[in-house]
């Protein structure tokens, strides 16, 4: 298994800019989360998923939408980029609520 | 609002010492508690998930142990090594959410 996958590893983004980062795993997990992991602020919950077609805000949501529309991936899409949105953004994804949490590499992003 | 702290946010320890890392909860209704590992640069690697209905959970060098009623968990290491350097957080599950702490940054010294 290849685990959680995310892309890209590094990003440049000017302010105003639209993207989407990746989340793929291959584990047949129902729930799928992202974070952001700022300096001295953690890791915060942006959005999750608890299968395919649900999705629901976490801590930080404004700024950026999900969807599920398969059980493998979880696209997050950065409507219009803003500096405060520089950050490094984890996927992770576990089997339901009694499980651990398995983590991606993570992709790092600045907005310029 | 779940609120999760770990003290202290860093730690430096001799080859051999045994690690005791904190982590304090305010809600004690919490499904479970996960410990994570992150080496620098890289993601989060699971070491122990306890359920809200366990004491504690063992693997290798590493124990965890859970007090929901005082809001603490606890994470313990034996005869920490070099490579056990890295920043351990705890993260709990409230309402299908998980909340993390800030982390504890362990340099164990050869």
């Known amino acids: 298994n290849a685990g959680v996958t995310q892309t890209p590893k590094f990003q440049v983004l000017k302010t105003g800019q639209s993207m989407t980062l990746q989340c793929a795993q291959d584990?047949?997990?129902?729930?799928m989360s992202w974070y952001r992991q700022d300096p001295g602020m953690g890791l915060r919950l942006i959005h999750y998923s608890v299968g395919a077609g649900i999705t629901d805000q976490g801590e930080v949501p404004n700024g950026y939408n999900v969807s599920r529309s398969t059980t493998e991936d979880f696209p997050l899409r950065l409507l219009s980029a803003a500096p405060s949105q520089t950050s490094v953004y984890f996927c992770?994804?576990?089997?339901?609520?009694?499980?651990?949490?398995?983590f991606g590499p993570g992709t790092r992003l600045t907005v310029t | 609002k779940q609120e999760v702290t770990q003290i202290p946010a860093a730690l430096s320890v001799p080859e051999g010492e045994n690690l005791v890392l904190n982590c304090s909860f305010t809600d004690s209704a919490i499904y479970n508690l996960q410990w994570f590992r992150q080496d620098p640069g890289k993601g989060l690697t699971s070491l122990l998930l306890?359920?809200?209905?366990?004491r504690e959970q063992t693997s290798g060098r590493l124990n965890a142990s859970l007090d929901k009623s005082s809001g603490r968990s606890t994470l313990y290491i034996a005869a920490s090594q070099p490579g056990d350097s890295a920043t351990y957080l705890c993260?709990?599950?409230?309402?299908?959410?998980?909340?993390f702490g800030a982390g504890t940054q362990v340099v164990v010294t050869p």
């Open positions: 992770a994804s576990r089997k339901g609520q009694s499980y651990e949490q398995y």
């Open positions: 993260a709990v599950d409230s309402w299908g959410k998980l909340q």
């Open positions: 306890i359920q809200s209905s366990q």
């Open positions: 584990m047949n997990h129902e729930y």
